[in-house]
């Protein structure tokens, strides 16, 4: 199976607009579903062996214990309970209203009661829309799908291999839904006290000092995949620092600084996954240098902080 295989955006659009507004609908049920964590880290997915999983969840606000599951194998949603009953429908064929009408009703066929509080897409075009009116949106290519799962799949093991040289304050390696990106986040462990006119969502996300690196497929804005990278507050002077491979580089996000490497640049390279590491290697001693973290006192060369084994 080729490692990074090609995703331009322009073949699968229409099928990233529909599924991004599928994965809202079931994230917006993990959030009501699950318990709050810091920077809303109770609410992304994580990859599995066959698609992505909101992990369990339910009892906590009366529901029995239930997870979902996007199945890009079968390419079937998939709704189970602890005590083992199982509801599903086929992907293939749904618009997002149809999506959404058959999700509810497979919750309550297990006699789970999902409370969506804004029923809406989030920080997308279309945002005054409810998810039950958008017949629009109906493309799903199963290939497409099963690529997008796979390079998330491959994406996830680079993070993962690159969150294990930390050793403080970090976030899992999870798939947000509101802005349809894989990341994992590194604290410093200093808070930032956000001004009160800052909208809830963000004053929970970056209320502690973080550098954050990611990929996501494009967009309107950006408009092929990328590998990136962020550090909040910005640091003076992060957009001078070098960035690694060559082709990586620094774009201007409205009053702050992104470090970028297109995919398709990464891919051009001779060790696709060296590179990414590289990318996110040099932009994490971009951001912590320049910010004055202590670098060395969270290194963990290879995963380990034994002593005796580091030795």
Not at 93 to 118: E, K, P
Not at 183 to 194: E, M
Request: aromatic content about 12%; overall charge negative; some cysteine.
């Amino acid at each position: 199976m080729e490692f990074f295989p090609p995703m331009p955006l322009v073949e699968w659009r229409d099928t990233k607009e529909t599924l991004h507004r599928f994965t809202q609908i079931v994230g917006k049920i993990r959030l009501a579903a699950s318990t709050r964590r810091n920077h809303w880290w109770n609410v992304p997915f994580h990859v599995t062996g066959r698609g992505i999983t909101t992990r369990p969840m339910g009892q906590v606000d009366g529901n029995p214990i239930f997870t979902i599951d996007f199945d890009f194998v079968d390419h079937r949603l998939v709704v189970m309970t602890l005590e083992g009953a199982t509801r599903s429908f086929p992907l293939p064929g749904q618009s997002v209203a149809s999506f959404h009408d058959q999700t509810l009703a497979a919750l309550a066929a297990l006699g789970v009661r999902a409370d969506i509080a804004i029923p809406r897409p989030f920080g997308l075009p279309d945002s005054d829309r409810p998810f039950a009116e958008d017949t629009e949106h109906a493309t799903y290519d199963p290939v497409a799908g099963n690529r997008y799962w796979r390079v998330l799949s491959q994406v996830a093991s680079v993070l993962e291999e690159f969150a294990a040289g930390f050793s403080g304050k970090a976030s899992p390696v999870h798939h947000f839904w509101h802005t349809f990106d894989i990341a994992h986040s590194r604290f410093s462990g200093r808070r930032v006290d956000q001004p009160g006119r800052v909208d809830p969502v963000t004053r929970e996300a970056y209320s502690a000092e973080v550098i954050s690196f990611g990929f996501w497929f494009g967009d309107d804005t950006f408009g092929e995949p990328a590998f990136y990278s962020y550090t909040a507050p910005e640091p003076a002077g992060l957009a001078e620092a070098p960035l690694s491979p060559a082709s990586a580089r620094w774009v201007v996000a409205g009053d702050s600084h992104l470090a970028v490497l297109p995919y398709d640049a990464a891919r051009d390279e001779a060790d696709p996954r060296a590179a990414a590491l590289a990318f996110y290697e040099s932009a994490y001693q971009a951001g912590a240098g320049r910010a004055e973290w202590d670098i060395a006192a969270s290194a963990c060369p290879g995963g380990i902080t034994d002593p005796v084994r580091r030795v």
